[in-house]
């Protein structure tokens, strides 16, 4: 069965700097990932995907995630966050065996002015 | 309709009764999914309807738990005998195909119980 892991419950960083928000996954196949955005009090939104090819994924509001298989890791990165991306992150697996996927528990960034 | 619907967005209940909760998807979405959104637990996996296939039932917590999906097309999530801790937001999301797509999100339904 697929699983998904974010190990920080939440990430304080300064606007300007880089940031990045952790993942880490587990499949017996072939693994599709995702990141999805929840701002306060809007639902869900789609950020980026890796399927294949370009091991660099680069998604909405300037987003991208590197996917790394030899350490099972899709990390989430910007290279100069803003206030405006504090919000709660989800990566999310689906296994090439199966149709569902799953969510880890999220990463709640902060984005200090 | 633009988007995926929830109903209602709000839900006030007793411990012990039943609730419904109602999910629209977006028109030609053959994929469906159901997840459950406590604090400190992120997004549940419930259930997951893929055209007329059987349903992937295997995230339910218990057997109070069911959903349906008729004409391929509208949800609905029972919650049997409630209990405290269902209370949650039950988020429906859609996909067009079963295979790497994005999901669109509904605003979910907020229950509460008493």
């Known amino acids: 069965a697929q699983s998904v892991a974010q190990p920080e419950d939440q990430v304080n960083v300064a606007e300007g700097n880089p940031l990045t928000v952790k993942c880490t996954y587990s499949?017996?196949?072939?693994?599709?990932l995702f990141w999805y955005v929840q701002y306060p009090n809007r639902g869900l939104q789609f950020l980026l995907k890796?399927?294949?090819?370009?091991?660099l994924v680069k998604g909405s509001y300037g987003f991208e995630a590197e996917f790394n298989k030899s350490q099972t890791s899709f990390h989430l990165k910007k290279p100069s966050a803003l206030v405006s991306d504090s919000a709660l992150y989800f990566c999310?697996?689906?296994?090439?065996?199966?149709?569902?996927?799953?969510f880890g528990k999220g990463t709640r960034l902060h984005i200090l002015p | 309709g633009a988007g995926v619907s929830q109903s209602p967005s709000n839900k006030v209940t007793e411990k012990g009764k039943d609730v419904e909760l109602r999910c629209d998807p977006i028109?030609?979405?053959?994929?469906l999914y159901w997840y459950r959104q406590s604090l400190g637990q992120g997004l549940e996996f419930l259930i997951y309807f893929q055209g007329n296939s059987a349903p992937d039932k295997s995230g339910l917590p218990s057997d109070r738990f069911s959903a349906e999906r008729t004409g391929g097309s509208v949800s609905t999530l029972t919650i049997q005998r409630t209990q405290q801790e269902d209370s949650a937001v039950y988020l429906c999301?859609?996909?067009?195909?079963?295979?790497?797509?994005?999901?669109?999100f509904g605003s979910g339904t907020q229950l509460s119980v008493l």
């Open positions: 999301a859609s996909s067009p195909l079963a295979q790497s797509e994005k999901l669109f």
């Open positions: 028109s030609g979405h053959t994929a």
């Open positions: 890796y399927i294949t090819g370009d091991n």
């Open positions: 999310a697996v689906r296994d090439s065996g199966d149709d569902k996927i799953i």
């Open positions: 499949v017996s196949g072939n693994p599709y």
